[in-house]
């Protein structure tokens, strides 16, 4: 980040109750980091893996896992950015509010696409998506090797409040041959994540993935 202009630098890490105007904050450029991340991490694997083994189903599972919020946080913890996000709170903040924020899965995971969309705007795609699959070649690899089952661990995490999900196709595009399926998760009615895939099971679970990244804490 040191490299990054200073208005980049500092927008990147400043949440949207720090300044008066939203558009100050970290949540465009994260916005944009996310669309990055997405794609740099897609054209890194779709040479490596055969087509006969990993049809757009898989892709799209790896894909997932690889740029969840818990990923995201993983790398942001390794790149110090809580560190950087106390530094920059301001002192009405307050240090509770400030190290509740820190410790959040949705802000760390925002803060890291903050940085990837500033990255991308400074220096372009090319240096940027070299730069983000170094940073997440541990989340690449793991996702690799240990491919997540994500709908058991939303599952796991919603009986510890006693909560089901559902899941439900909401769309079917395509001939029979080739159909995409759209399926929402819901808990107790309210749609909590969705997601595609070339079969029902796989868009159960981008909607399950989904789901823990918008619950995640």
Not at 134 to 160: C, G, H, M, W, Y
Not at 173 to 193: K, L, N, Q
């Amino acid at each position: 980040m040191e490299a990054l202009p200073p208005d980049l630098a500092r927008q990147a890490i400043t949440h949207a109750s720090w300044t008066e105007q939203r558009s100050d904050s970290y949540e465009r450029l994260a916005f944009l980091g996310d669309s990055v991340l997405g794609l740099a991490v897609t054209t890194h694997l779709y040479p490596r893996l055969a087509a006969e083994s990993h049809g757009a189903g898989r892709l799209t599972k790896i894909r997932a896992q690889t740029v969840s919020g818990r990923s995201c946080r993983r790398v942001a913890e390794r790149l110090g950015l809580p560190e950087r996000l106390r530094a920059a709170a301001p002192p009405d903040a307050g240090e509770a509010a400030t190290n509740a924020l820190v410790r959040t899965e949705r802000v760390l995971a925002s803060v890291i696409e903050a940085v990837i969309g500033a990255c991308y705007l400074a220096y372009g795609y090319e240096k940027t998506a070299e730069a983000v699959v170094e940073a997440f070649t541990p989340e690449i690899e793991n996702a690799l090797v240990s491919p997540a089952d994500f709908k058991s661990a939303l599952q796991e995490r919603l009986a510890r409040r006693g909560a089901v999900v559902r899941y439900d196709v909401t769309a079917e595009d395509g001939p029979p041959h080739d159909r995409t399926f759209e399926v929402a998760a819901t808990v107790a009615g309210e749609e909590v994540g969705r997601g595609s895939g070339r079969s029902k099971k796989d868009a159960e679970q981008a909607a399950a993935a989904s789901a823990l990244e918008i619950l995640g804490t």
